[in-house]
């Protein structure tokens, strides 16, 4: 499989160089040259499959030309060693949960499935590999706990100082090792622009192998397509045959692209919702025709605060630019934070179900956009203890248990360096390193 890039004004490249280069040259993202579909048959018996026999299958749609097949298998069961259960909450309402992996957040399959992958890639190769990774805060912790101790490569974790939750940023800056912390004084959107202008940094290039664990790598969001093929496989083993709506919190769009790729290899999933708390620029994109990316605001679902989406690339190229394609299958809604609080408050009085802030803007979405026969989904991305001053606050004090996977990162030590905005900061960093 090719792997072209949105920009279109670089040459194609294996599996193996879009992994290991993580952004085009040309400052596209990678996209498969080809999406393949499933026979109807594999969604007639899907519900008799396990969530890691369903997944395995589809990564060979996506993977199977360019790594072999036991090694591939080898990657999605460790990749998933833990279940993704649906609970419904209505008549037509499930949750999906997301959080029962090692950091308690969606991003743990992405993380740890794109480790395995380039560390194969890796056999080797001589020189150390540099993984930049930006976070508003889960994807820092799932992708540093997934490269946590991998020979032969260095991970650097960017975040907005002060806008990520205690435990969020405990789970990343008490690692150490491999793992490197850089607090920066500003937002998500400055951590991603740090990202990608050293992507395009010749002399640092030069110097340093560098690759991304962000949702902008093939190999960190592709793999997040699993849980859309698993929820429809587990209503379906439960006698539930309605047409079937998502409703997926949104950041940088990575979670929703993959369930649009999963549509695309075949999955009957009617629509998508994209719901957005204040930092609403798909929003009103998808109300418009307009995109006018923005600085983001700072919110308490704080892993969407994202001002400027870059797998909204992607979105784009699936449907061909088209505002009226893109609209006609996902709709968007957005909610202020005030508006999430209640909604948690709401559904813990009323369904006795604890939501994390970002699974709160998804409930509201789909409860206000589902319609009769159909069942929505939506996906619950991350454990409410990841955010327990915010869900306690709404909820009462000691309503949330610690895990004891999360009450483990709380003992160790902060490390982490910070830094300012300015690009010329970062590079002689990374350079010094």
């Not at 004004?9 to 499933?38: H, Q, Y």
């Not at 540099?130 to 960017?158: E, H, M, Q, R, W």
């Not at 998500?188 to 640092?204: G, H």
Request: hydrophobic content about 40%; some cysteine; aromatic content about 12%.
């Amino acid at each position: 499989m090719k792997y072209y890039s949105t920009n279109k004004s670089v040459p194609e490249v294996s599996l193996m160089e879009a992994v290991t280069k993580g952004l085009a040259s040309d400052n596209g993202l990678f996209m498969p040259e080809r999406i393949e579909e499933f026979h109807p048959d594999f969604f007639r018996r899907i519900h008799q499959m396990s969530f890691q026999e369903i997944s395995f299958e589809v990564a060979k749609k996506f993977f199977g030309e360019d790594v072999p097949e036991k090694t591939l298998k080898d990657i999605v069961y460790d990749t998933l060693n833990f279940d993704c259960p649906v609970v419904q909450l209505s008549d037509s309402i499930y949750s999906l949960e997301l959080f029962h992996g090692p950091t308690m957040a969606f991003k743990d399959v992405g993380g740890r499935f794109m480790a395995r992958l380039l560390s194969y890639f890796l056999e080797g190769f001589k020189k150390e590999v540099n993984v930049l990774v930006a976070t508003s805060g889960d994807t820092g912790s799932a992708v540093a706990n997934g490269f946590y101790k991998v020979p032969g490569i260095k991970v650097f974790v960017l975040y907005p100082k002060g806008l990520v939750s205690n435990i969020q940023e405990k789970q990343f800056t008490t690692l150490g090792n491999n793992i490197t912390s850089l607090e920066i004084d500003g937002t998500f959107d400055d951590c991603q622009r740090l990202v990608k202008s050293a992507f395009l940094d010749k002399e640092l290039n030069k110097a340093m192998v560098l690759t991304s664990a962000n949702s902008i790598n093939v190999a960190r969001f592709l793999p997040q397509a699993f849980y859309y093929f698993n929820a429809y496989a587990r209503l379906r083993e439960a006698g539930i045959t309605e047409e079937l709506v998502f409703s997926v919190p949104s950041g940088n769009f990575g979670n929703l692209t993959a369930g649009l790729f999963a549509k695309f290899m075949g999955l009957p999933i009617k629509r998508f919702i994209a719901a957005n708390n204040e930092n609403d620029i798909v929003f009103n994109y998808l109300k418009s025709g307009k995109y006018e990316p923005r600085e983001s605001v700072a919110t308490i679902a704080n892993a969407m605060d994202v001002g400027d989406p870059s797998n909204f690339a992607r979105i784009l190229e699936l449907y061909n630019h088209s505002h009226n394609e893109i609209a006609s299958e996902i709709v968007g809604y957005r909610y202020s934070d005030d508006e999430i609080r209640q909604t948690m408050k709401q559904v813990f009085e009323e369904e006795n179900y604890m939501l994390d802030p970002h699974g709160a803007v998804g409930y509201r979405a789909l409860k206000a956009d589902l319609k009769e026969g159909e069942v929505g989904v939506f996906l619950e991305t991350a454990h409410p203890a990841k955010f327990t001053e915010t869900v306690e606050g709404v909820l009462g004090t000691g309503t949330v248990v610690l895990p004891e996977k999360l009450s483990a990162f709380m003992k160790g030590e902060k490390l982490s360096v910070e830094l300012s905005t300015k690009f010329s900061d970062f590079k002689r960093y990374l350079l010094n390193k």
